[in-house]
């Protein structure tokens, strides 16, 4: 019994990519874009573009993550805290100072120097609650910085708007944590991800 045997393809004609050239060729080899060799040393210098290019990309790809390694456990937690906090200001742009009432006026931008992530329970007096929401409101800078969190008046108002269950709850003790460098990583992407859905949500 004969096996039938395929014809090759002939390869079909191409045109030059060298612009000034333009000249229609059948490619001899795989990826073959010029015609000749002539036309080979005029295409070089795209050549060497997307090679730099192709090289740059790597090269701030290795330099990112040698920065990663670099990072300590001090510098994870401020960027994650960074997420969180800003995750914060996008989450209650609509809502006056948990403080004061205090609302922005039509030139303030939202998540600009003058709204803070304010903790009901400071970080200092509970790191267990320094990336929960619920302890965490958009303060305004003099309530926050100036009157050291106005914790009276953020108190009254933050029953008001979470309940009193939720703040017993807050004000009540926690079990100590230490966060892994695995978890806080893992905490900055979770907020980093939330945040770029809520400018989304703003921007629509």
């Known amino acids: 019994m004969r096996t039938a045997i395929k014809e090759k393809k002939a390869p079909k004609p191409k045109k030059c990519r060298v612009a000034s050239c333009g000249a229609s060729f059948v490619p001899q080899r795989l990826g073959q874009a010029v015609c000749s060799p002539a036309c080979a040393l005029k295409d070089a210098p795209r050549n060497e573009q997307k090679a730099k290019k192709a090289i740059d990309q790597r090269d ?53 120097s003058r709204w ?65 460098v695995k978890e806080i990583k893992t905490i900055k992407a979770e907020y980093r991800a939330k945040n770029r859905e809520l400018k989304k949500g703003h921007a629509a």
């Open 60 to 112: 701030r790809r290795e330099i990112k993550v040698r920065k990663e390694e670099l990072k300590s456990r001090a510098d994870h937690l401020r960027e994650a805290q960074a997420a969180v906090n800003e995750y914060v200001r996008l989450r209650d742009a609509h809502l006056p100072c948990i403080s004061c009432d205090s609302m922005p006026n039509d030139n303030d931008l939202i998540t600009g």
């Open 116 to 180: 803070d992530a304010g903790h009901y329970r400071s970080v200092g007096a509970c790191p267990e609650l320094r990336f929960e929401p619920l302890n965490i409101h958009r303060q305004c800078v003099k309530c926050n910085r100036n009157l050291s969190g106005n914790a009276v008046e953020y108190r009254i108002r933050l029953v008001q708007r979470i309940g009193a269950d939720m703040v017993a709850w807050i004000e009540g003790p926690h079990q100590p944590r230490k966060y892994t």
